[in-house]
Every structure is written in structure tokens, then in C-alpha cells.
């Protein structure tokens, strides 16, 4: 763990973590910071963790109305160019967010949107404060040939892996729970979701359609109402996305404590009661420890036992051991370092669950359904989908040759 607030950060990422820190953490203690400290500041490194991370926005903002002396002027044109093309792009998934919400509307489908814009009006107020390269819309499985032949008539298109696949199939089976579109004119990108994550995660999945009333809020964007999230169905969600990514975006911290900044509209019997029974209790455990760690934030009293789980202490150290060890994100040996750490950081997650045959059953569907990699190497007809478990053996093993050849060359 960490022995002081920042003290095994690389420095460039501490000083992001540092800017990006939301008002209600007290003093992120940049008050002490003078020029002659970021004497030591690799400019370019600073940016490539902003952009990594997703800070940016907040960088700019916090750093413009308070600390611009620190910063180099040519970096914060950089951070002001970053923050003006997010802002365009905001308004733009903004706009496809209303249209998408009030044709379902109109039509009668049940739609829920959660993270993108939606999520940052309601966390910072401002939708230009986070950054989103797409949008996130829950349905119910049932309405998706409705809201497919939507997206397909507004001139989106399915992305690869799945343009060529039987997409009705996809939403049949366990394999995926979400499809994406792309507007080629637009460039904006939408997910449409009919489970929050795949079905084999079952343990970890919340039907937020059930109590429907109890799990959403209602929000307006560009004077139309938008329904999202509950705040404790959202904490829930961002907690689980963020530990199974390994927290590659810091992001998703501020966003959590943006949340926990009014632990009153979190129904804490509820989190809890969900945690438990899906097996999340280290996941939130771990949360708060990063929380705690990297933004000097106090927990409420409800997460603070979780953090004393040791599977949560392990799955949080595993992420600040990766945070504070990998210093350039530019240098080549970033990738292969992080599938190293990811490769382990999953198998750590897999042992959350309680049982051994919940860790054999999801190794069992990992191993037979067709990856994104496999759709990627050959492309089938709609027609002979289900042909990729048959051919899921010998394409496993030509990435593997693959892979194999690749190693023996660099070597």
C-alpha cells in the first residue's frame, strides 16, 4: 500500500490526480506546488496520462481557474484544444442521446441511459467537465429488433466484430451484452446494451428493469427528459466496470466520488444487499481503498469495513502497483507489461466469486464462445454463425502460432 498520499506515483501522474481532484476532497494539495517542484514534470508524459485517464476536461478547468502558473503555457494550449474538441463532441452524442431516448419513447420502448453525457449532467453539471467517446443505452432484450431497425434506418451501421453475424443470435446466447452502431458521417458511436454485462458474469448482473420505479431518476438534456440511472444502481454499475477493467481510467474514481459526494441518495441497504449476494463485496471494498489512496477521500461509514477484505486489499494493490510502476505510458514496453498485469489482476477477479464452480463454469464459457478475435480473423454469413464454436479450437491455435513466431523474432 502506499506509504504516502502520492509518494509512489509517478510524478506526472500524481500532479493529474492532483488537478483533477473534485472540490469536496478538501485540499489536493496543490497550494504547496511552485514552479520550481514541476521543474521535474516531463510535459509530454503529463498529457499522455490526461488523455489515458480521461482527466483532461477537469485538468483544464481546475488548472485555468487556479493553477495556470504551474503549468507551461504550451500545455495548457494543448489541454484547452483537448477540452474544446470534447466539448464538440459532447454536444454531438448529446443531440443522438435525445433523439434515441424520444423515438424509443414514442415507440414505447423501455430505454435507460447510464454513463456518457446523461452521466456527466448529473455528476459535474456540465457535460463538457468528462469525457465520453460514445453512448450507453440499456433496453430490454425484447425491444432490440425495433431499436436495431432505428439505428439502421438513421444510417448507423454495426460495428466489426459483428457486421457480419446473426445479431438476433448474439442476443440469444450468453456471449456478449451490448452491440454497437457507428453513424459514418456523425462519427458517433452508440452501444446499445440489453444486459449490463454478459450473461455468464450472472452473479454480478442487476435486471434494472425490475422495480423500474426504484431504479432509474429522470434528468433533461437540451430541454428533454432523459431517464438514467438511480445513483445506487450507478454506483453499482461504475464500482463492477471499473474493477473488471483493472481502473485502466481514473476517471471512473472521480466519477464514484462524485456519487459518494451525497451518500443520501444512495440506498445503502440496497448496495449492499446486491454486493453481497453477487459476490461485489471486495469489488466495493477495493473502490474505496483507491478512493482513500490515490485521492485522499474520506469513505462513508457504510464502505468502510470493506476495505479491511483481503481479496479487496489485493485487488487494489494489484492496480496501484500497476498506476505507480508504469511511469511512461509512451515507452515500448507499456502494452506487453500491461496484459502482464492484467492477465494476473483477472485471475484474482475470477477467485471473487465464492465457489469453485462459478470460477469452473465461466472458464468453461470463456474457453467455447466465440471471442472478438475470432470474428476478426474470418468472416462468416449471417446464416453460418454458430459454424464459429466449431472453429473456435483451430483459430485459438493459430493466434497462438501466431503468437509464438512473434516472440521468437523479437527474441
Given at each position: 500500500m502506499y506509504v504516502g498520499k502520492y509518494?509512489?506515483?509517478?510524478?506526472e501522474l500524481a500532479l493529474v490526480c492532483k488537478l483533477s481532484s473534485p472540490s469536496h476532497f478538501g485540499t489536493n494539495g496543490l497550494d504547496s506546488y511552485t514552479l520550481c517542484e514541476t521543474d521535474s514534470i516531463d510535459w509530454k508524459i503529463f498529457l499522455e496520462f490526461c488523455t489515458i485517464h480521461r482527466l483532461y476536461p477537469l485538468v483544464y478547468t481546475n488548472a485555468r481557474e487556479k493553477y495556470s502558473t504551474i503549468i507551461p503555457k504550451a500545455v495548457m494550449a494543448e489541454l484547452k484544444q483537448l477540452y474544446i474538441v470534447n466539448s464538440f463532441q459532447m454536444d454531438i452524442l448529446s443531440g443522438e442521446l435525445v433523439?434515441?431516448?424520444h423515438a424509443c419513447s414514442e415507440d414505447g420502448i423501455g430505454v435507460l441511459a447510464y454513463k456518457g453525457p446523461a452521466l456527466a449532467q448529473v455528476l459535474y453539471g456540465d457535460i463538457s467537465l468528462r469525457v465520453s467517446k460514445d453512448l450507453d443505452v440499456l433496453i430490454h432484450p425484447t425491444d432490440f429488433p425495433k431499436v436495431h431497425s432505428?439505428?439502421?434506418s438513421w444510417g448507423y451501421s454495426v460495428t466489426t466484430p459483428y457486421e457480419n453475424a446473426n445479431l438476433h443470435s448474439i442476443i440469444d446466447s450468453d456471449s456478449q451484452h451490448h452491440i454497437e452502431y457507428i453513424h459514418p458521417l456523425k462519427m458517433a458511436r452508440v452501444e446499445i446494451h440489453w444486459r449490463l454485462f454478459e450473461a455468464y458474469e450472472k452473479p454480478y448482473v442487476f435486471d434494472a428493469f425490475q422495480n423500474y420505479t426504484n431504479n432509474h431518476a429522470t434528468i433533461f438534456l437540451q430541454g428533454f427528459p432523459i431517464p438514467i440511472f438511480?445513483?445506487?444502481?450507478?454506483?453499482?454499475?461504475?464500482?463492477?466496470?471499473?474493477?473488471?477493467?483493472?481502473?485502466?481510467?481514473?476517471?471512473?474514481?472521480?466519477?464514484?466520488?462524485?456519487?459518494?459526494?451525497?451518500?443520501?441518495?444512495?440506498?445503502?441497504?440496497?448496495?449492499?444487499?446486491?454486493?453481497?449476494?453477487?459476490?461485489?463485496?471486495p469489488i466495493l471494498g477495493q473502490t474505496t481503498i483507491l478512493l482513500a489512496k490515490i485521492f485522499n477521500f474520506s469513505p462513508p461509514q457504510e464502505l468502510r469495513p470493506l476495505m479491511d477484505i483481503p481479496k479487496a486489499i489485493r485487488l487494489a494493490q494489484m492496480v496501484l502497483r500497476k498506476y505507480s510502476i508504469i511511469s511512461n505510458p509512451e515507452a515500448d514496453h507499456y502494452f506487453s507489461l500491461s496484459v502482464?498485469?492484467?492477465?494476473?489482476?483477472?485471475?484474482?477477479?475470477?477467485?471473487?466469486?465464492?465457489?469453485?464452480?462459478k470460477q469452473f463454469k465461466l472458464f468453461l464459457v470463456r474457453l467455447i464462445r466465440p471471442s472478438?478475435?475470432?470474428?476478426?480473423?474470418?468472416?462468416?454469413?449471417?446464416i453460418m454463425f454458430p459454424l464459429y464454436f466449431i472453429l473456435r479450437p483451430i483459430l485459438i491455435i493459430i493466434r497462438m502460432v501466431r503468437k509464438v513466431k512473434i516472440s521468437s523474432?523479437?527474441?
Open positions: 509518494c509512489e506515483l509517478p510524478a433523439r434515441i431516448i432505428l439505428m439502421i438511480s445513483p445506487t444502481l450507478q454506483f453499482i454499475t461504475l464500482c463492477f466496470h471499473g474493477s473488471k477493467h483493472m481502473w485502466n481510467r481514473m476517471r471512473w474514481l472521480v466519477d464514484i466520488s462524485m456519487i459518494l459526494h451525497n451518500p443520501a441518495t444512495l440506498d445503502w441497504s440496497q448496495i449492499l444487499q446486491i454486493a453481497k449476494e453477487s459476490d461485489l463485496l502482464r498485469l492484467d492477465r494476473k489482476y483477472r485471475t484474482l477477479i475470477y477467485e471473487t466469486r465464492k465457489s469453485k464452480s472478438k478475435s475470432d470474428f476478426e480473423m474470418i468472416r462468416l454469413p449471417r523474432q523479437k527474441g
